[in-house]
């Protein structure tokens, strides 16, 4: 998955760099252009002034007047040169000492511009203009060197490369600071939707900006949605149990009607019926009634709640006077539905008050894993049988009613969190030992 | 002993008052919460069945709105909704026991008469004052000579309400209220001729009459 961010930075560069870049040509070469036009307009007066000293002697000989010269053109190799051309007949400027230039014989009115090395590898710009003086035709072609100048645009454009290098690097920076704080809510909402995993928060925040408003209104009604749907399926499944089980309570009350208790199979038939109803139904709501762990978890305060279940099953069981030890290092909350979590610590107390002889533990320590263990003193379960008790629905104990089931139902809780369920004999009790072990849940 | 069974289902109501009658209780009926509660509240009553399930108030919130009253009558709960955490919420409204539907009419009056001894600071099992010993599943009293004697349903509701009094002055209209339910005619008569009953099996010194007042059952015999 590609960072939204990242993607964004990485265009921006570019369409930076290329601007800049296009920004840098543009200006060399219009400072180029500049100065060129500049000094071919200076030959051209010195084109125009070099065409007035010239005239034909009598004997036909090309000559120039030297005073109306500039005296530049008078040095060896000063940079600036001329040569004169009609017919046969050559000027060439001192500065030009021995060396000439290659140039074409032009017709009178036209004017050609050519780059050709001079004299001492000199870059040389060279203007050459056709004339037409006492019916012949002369080509006066005037020549510059370009290498002061173009040291300097050398000089300019390396400074602007400099500066423009730097302005690029504070626009990258300005733009990585912008994507940064534009990017921000994104973040913020990133780390709510872990903090909803987590279930420390139900909803997400609404002020975020507009791109993603729908979003997160969407994301918070579905979450609605689920809760909604839960609650209700979990409603249906309660009022469905209960549309049944009075029903169920009256039929199982008919066997015993004194008009019935001459006809035996019938009674017999009926009881072992509803018996059959009655243990489906509850091993179908009971497993239908667990919640699981997703994202719309509430939290389990060990603290408040597990007290509260004690004290349920001291009244349950009063008559057998149980002591019932409770040690939880941690005064935390679990991410554990709550009804999960007291169904599941009430059918291990159930079984553990069911058998004990006076004393049941129940021990939670939280490392990662929360690890629940209720303990008793009772007769224990001999190791070959323990694989059986989980066996929905078996029961050793036809007597003592729910054993199986209720264990069972255990196991299915602690697998819904990721865990599982272990059984075996106590150490510190002697007795029965049922540890449920859930790993899908962080403490806080 | 007189009881307030709340329960919506017509048929499960049939069954229930009639055994539990058979069991020698006197038996009211509300049909929704708002009655129930209503009834609860007499303060005639020696515990109250109640199906959380209600139409009209919510069995819960009637069980609520008792003990806001400081109503101290001892609640069984009977409910179809039995998970652990709806066992929870049910004890924390102030249930003194909670069974689950469906249930057997057994299981059900042992846990009534568990919850009325308790009620009583009785211990659990069999009733035992002042020597006697009463067998509620059979309706027969064994005293301290070993004796038994069957009883009459008149004559074991009497006994039964003595041996959770010991020692108290109990009217003949109070006696009448924890016979007889509302449907019942009334005949404060026919105690005095069962209790007479009770002194020929039983003794005439563990019965005191307090002209006016009513009777006294004695646990110690001078």
Redesign the interface.
Known sequence: MKSLQLRLGIGLLISLVSVFMALWWLTSSSIRYLAEEYVASHLAHDAESIIEAAHFEDNNTLELKDDQIEPVYLQPFSGQYYQVISGGHVLRSPSLVDQRLTIPALSPGETRRLYSTGPQQQALIIMAYGYQRQNRTITVAVAEDLSPLLTLISAFQQRYALIALALLLTLITVQALILHSGFHPLKRIQQQIRDLEKGDRSQLDTEVPLEVSTLVAEVNWLLNVLEQRLQRSRNAL?DL??????????????A?EDALQAHVDICRTLETQ?SNM?RIMARVL?RA?MAGSGPALAKFDIAQ?MP??I??LH??Y??KQLTIDFASPVTGTVLID??DM??L???LLDNACKWARSRVNLSIAINHKVCLRVEDDGPGVPDADIAHLLQRGTRLDENVSGHGLGLSIAKLIAEQYGGHLKLGRSKTLGGFSAEAILSKTEPL | MRLLLIED?L??VR?LKR?LEKAGYAVDVAHDGIEGEYLGNEGIYALAVLDL?LPQRNGLEVLKNWRNRQNALPVLVL???D???E??DG??AGA???L??????EELLARIS?LIH?AHQQP?GQLQVGGLILDENHQRVTTETGLSYELTGLEFKLLRYFLLHPGQVISKSTLAEHIYDFDSDKDSNVIEVYVNHLRRKLGKHRFETRRGQGYVFKEQVE
């Open positions: 309660g149990a209960h549309a049944l089980k009075t029903p169920l309570t009256v039929l199982q009350q008919l015993r509803t009655q009971k009634r709640e509260a279940l004290n349920v009244t349950m009063r008559d709550r009804e007291l169904e610590t009430g059918n | 289902d048929d499960l069954i055994d399930g409910t179809a909704r998970a652990w955490y066992k929870v004890f924390k003194d026991d909670y689950g539907k469906p249930f057997h009419s568990a308790r659990g």
